[in-house]
């Protein structure tokens, strides 16, 4: 089974422009979550969608974040603009049922 | 109250030594505890999970430890390995919501 996928791995962008992280979940799972992890840090939610609705998007900067999932599959991050406490690894996750949840692999987003 | 709370930051121990890990919560609606296992480069893994209705979860080397008056549980490592080294992460969820808290992390190094 082929885990959840993210592109790209790496990004590094200058404060003040725009960029977009990319997610394929795992075939199947209903809910997709994004996680922002600053280092020394752990993961915070940032959304979560169920299908292509929205469950919980409390602790999104809805200012410079946004965030869509394709026909209940496919999902893209936002940023813009950036800014440099930004600088993290933004990490996607889907779920099968309740309390299970597979990361991916992350893109670390470096903002200079 | 959403806070959950892990110590120590970092930890060194020898190879085929016990490695502990603890956390503390104070929201008494959490009810599922799971632990995540993160290398570097990874996203975080499902380790082991624990309810607070056991005081004890065990799968393989991995022990969860759990103190439901005392709102803390732990992981034990035993006999832990070059392998197991990777940074480690508590979290806790309750039945209600749909937010997993990751608690800050531990950086494990088991020495050769």
Known sequence: ?112 | QQQVKQSPQSLIVQKGGISIINCAYENTAFDYFPWYQQFPGKGPALLIAIRPDVSEKKEGRFTISFNKSAKQFSLHIMDSQPGDSATYFCAAKDTGGFKTIFGAGTRLFVKA
């Open chain 1, 1 to 112: 089974e082929a885990g959840v996928a993210q592109s790209p791995r790496y990004k590094i962008i200058e404060k003040r422009q725009s960029v977009a992280f990319w997610c394929n979940p795992i075939s199947g799972h209903a809910t997709l979550y994004w996680y922002q992890q600053i280092l020394g840090q752990g993961p915070k939610l940032l959304i979560q969608f169920q299908n292509n609705g929205v469950v919980d998007d409390s602790q999104l900067p809805k200012d410079r974040f946004s965030a869509e999932r394709l026909k209940g599959v496919d999902s893209t991050l936002k940023i813009q603009p950036a800014k440099l406490e930004d600088s993290a690894v933004y990490l996607c996750a889907s779920s099968p049922r309740a309390n299970i949840q597979y990361f991916g692999a992350g893109t670390r987003l470096s903002v200079l």
